[in-house]
């Protein structure tokens, strides 16, 4: 069955990276989109940026100057990398699987990862 | 960016039918989406592309709308459907979220 799972620090300092792993099973990364999606503590949702089945990326742009998602097919993961942290960046952080085409839903999620940026 | 804009939160007694709202700020097409977030979970799809449930979901559950105005029925609610709900646009970028509607249980 479709699987993801999200792995990572979950204490990082103001104005270092943070760098998440999502390790997927039960599904292609060639086929189909993995997205990262964050909550902060008791607040709302927001999309971070997506990578596609052929590889290509989209970032929200409130976060692109920050962000970098990249893959490892092989090893069946997706990486996300955000420099600059700050505080307000605490959030539990989701990745997600979609179509491979622009309007899919997100249907499937991993249980997500706290981050919290605190010196 | 397009905002979605949800009242923050109903309560209901078990039997009722209840109606969630979500107004998009600029059209959306169909192209909106229902989730349930259970406290200490992740997001679970419910409806698809305004109106077609998701695998496995109750047929309780049911999505009207286009354009940029969209509703979530729960007909009838049942004690676990207690959660947050959340509407989300994929036809424009970047994708958004509404804030959620919390769904109390009288």
């Known amino acids: 069955q479709v699987q993801l799972k999200e792995s990572g620090p979950g204490l990082v300092q103001p104005s270092q990276t943070l760098s998440l792993t999502c390790t997927v099973s039960?599904?292609?990364?060639?086929?189909?989109?993995v997205h990262w999606v964050r909550q902060p503590p008791g607040k709302g949702l927001e999309w971070m940026g997506g990578?596609?089945?052929?590889?290509?990326?989209d970032y929200n742009s409130a976060l692109k100057s920050r962000l970098s998602i990249s893959r490892d097919t092989s090893k069946s993961q997706v990486f996300l990398k955000m420099n600059s942290l700050q505080t307000d960046d605490t959030a539990i952080y989701f990745c997600?699987?979609?179509?491979?085409?622009?309007?899919?839903?997100?249907?499937?999620w991993g249980q997500g990862t706290l981050v919290t940026v605190s010196s | 960016d397009t905002v979605l804009t949800q009242s923050p939160a109903l309560a209901v007694s078990p039997g009722e039918r209840v109606s969630i709202s979500c107004r998009a700020s600029?059209?959306?097409?169909?192209?909106m989406h229902w989730y349930q977030q259970k406290p200490g979970q992740q997001p679970k799809l419910l409806i698809y592309?305004?109106?077609n449930l998701a695998s496995g979901v109750p047929a309780r559950f049911s999505g009207s709308g286009s354009g940029t105005d969209f509703t979530l029925t729960i007909d009838p609610v049942e004690a676990d459907d207690t959660a947050t709900y959340f509407c989300?646009?994929?036809?424009?970028?970047?994708?958004?979220f509404g804030a959620g509607t919390k769904l109390e249980l009288k």
């Open positions: 039960g599904f292609s990364l060639t086929s189909n989109s």
């Open positions: 997600t699987r979609s179509g491979n085409y622009g309007s899919s839903p997100f249907a499937y």
């Open positions: 990578i596609w089945g052929d590889g290509s990326t």
């Open positions: 600029e059209g959306v097409n169909s192209y």
């Open positions: 592309k305004a109106s």
């Open positions: 989300q646009q994929s036809w424009n970028d970047p994708y958004t």
